[in-house]
């Protein structure tokens, strides 16, 4: 097995894997928060890094048919939820490319400047 890399992800709120704490999304790569996943609500993300993907599959969801492959953190191998892969249904199209990641599967950090932490 080779060497892992992580990407440390900069930004005002930072999402982590809550198994591991590596760093999976900031607060502006998030699109949506409305959306539910296996373990309750999930939020819709434009990007997400130090993930891998599972096996595609068509998946029967709440609203249609999708193509969905699971997404698993890559230090300790943790579900955190899946990457939209193809939408059958043409209202569902701007899921494609993008991530569902369970609430109850990441812990948020805010990040502070350290010039604001030295002027408090």
Sequence with gaps: MGQIYQ???????????SSCHTHIATHEDILSKSFHGRHGKAYLFNNA??????DLEDRLLMTGLHSVADIFCTVCEANVGWKYVHA???????KEGKFIIERARI????CW???ESNSL
């Design 7 to 17: 990407v440390f992800l900069d930004g005002e709120t930072v999402y982590m894997c």
């Design 49 to 54: 890094t130090n993930i891998t993907m599972g």
């Design 88 to 94: 059958f249904e043409e209202s569902q199209k701007y």
């Design 107 to 110: 812990a948020k950090v805010n």
């Design 113 to 115: 400047d350290q010039k």
